[in-house]
């Protein structure tokens, strides 16, 4: 029972991590977008957001759903790949 | 300006932020050697670097906590590399007149319609001015996501360099 709530913790961790990073990086585009002044417009299914830069002839970059699940993935395998590898190689000091 | 160096009391105060198995064990002889210094922002930041090392150490000890930094690394790693690549997009697709795609098959993942030409500019800059220092802001950015890669690629050899 405690190694499956060990486990469960880890799960949960591990996505809130996830979560953490990928709002992280939004926030980072929208800083990007006001910098760089380029329109930014997010589509993920019947949701949207997007964000003006105000300069009206600006380019407008347009990242839809398949983006974001692949963004999510992608963190995901980074994470867990670093952590099995670790967990794999690791060898107490001497 | 002369900057007060800290009290002594505040400065031992920083041995708490050590690991509990690392104050069991040289908590006293350390707060001895605290005492024999004069107190500054030196010790302090000694204090401080000697407790993110203490951490470190710690946690190489430990084989799931060790997985548990190398899964955060991994995290860090795709946050830079996503960023590199929005970065990139924005690059690349702006050498391009016409609306640039990124798609396998019928999975469309981003798309950049370009800089609009309605024959004026709204400022004062010239389109061939404008575009050089969209373009060197556009590579500083990515100088610097690059050298931060490059950094949180470097920084668990450095910390374990640094704990052995």
Request: with cysteine; aromatic share 10%.
């Given at each position: 029972m405690r190694r499956k709530r060990a486990i469960l913790s880890a799960v949960l961790l591990a996505l809130v991590?996830?979560?953490?990073?990928?709002?992280?990086?939004?926030?980072?585009?929208?800083?990007?977008?006001?910098v760089l002044k380029i329109d930014l417009s997010?589509?993920?299914?019947?949701?949207?957001?997007?964000?003006?830069?105000?300069?009206?002839?600006?380019?407008?970059?347009?990242l839809y759903g398949p983006a974001a699940v692949a963004a999510v993935l992608f963190t995901a395998a980074c994470g867990f790949a670093g952590a099995t590898w670790t967990f794999r190689r690791w060898r107490p000091a001497r | 300006?002369?900057?007060?160096?800290?009290?002594?009391?505040?400065?031992?105060?920083?041995?708490?932020?050590?690991?509990?198995?690392?104050?069991?064990?040289?908590?006293?002889?350390?707060?001895?050697?605290?005492?024999?210094?004069?107190?500054?922002?030196?010790?302090?930041?000694?204090?401080?670097?000697?407790?993110?090392?203490?951490?470190?150490?710690?946690?190489?000890?430990?084989?799931?906590?060790?997985?548990?930094?190398?899964?955060?690394?991994?995290?860090?790693?795709?946050?830079l590399l996503q960023a590199i690549a929005f970065v990139g997009l924005v690059l690349i697709s702006e050498q391009s007149h016409s609306p640039t795609v990124f798609e396998?098959?019928?999975?469309?993942?981003?798309?950049?319609?370009?800089l609009i030409d309605f024959g004026f500019y709204l400022d004062l800059r010239a389109p061939a001015v404008r575009s050089v220092i969209d373009l060197l802001l556009e590579l500083a950015l990515l100088v610097l996501l690059i050298a931060s890669l490059v950094l949180v690629l470097r920084a668990r050899r450095w910390l374990r360099a640094g704990t052995t």
């Open positions: 991590t996830i979560a953490v990073a990928e709002a992280a990086l939004v926030a980072l585009l929208v800083v990007f977008s006001y997010v589509e993920l299914g019947s949701f949207g957001a997007a964000y003006a830069s105000g300069q009206e002839s600006g380019p407008l970059v347009k | 300006m002369d900057i007060p160096p800290l009290a002594p009391r505040p400065v031992k105060r920083l041995l708490r932020l050590y690991p509990r198995a690392w104050r069991e064990r040289y908590s006293a002889e350390m707060a001895a050697v605290v005492d024999d210094f004069p107190a500054g922002i030196g010790v302090a930041v000694d204090l401080l670097v000697g407790a993110g090392a203490a951490y470190a150490a710690a946690i190489r000890a430990n084989r799931v906590l060790s997985s548990a930094a190398a899964y955060l690394h991994g995290v860090c790693v795709a946050f396998i098959g019928p999975i469309r993942f981003a798309s950049v319609t370009p």
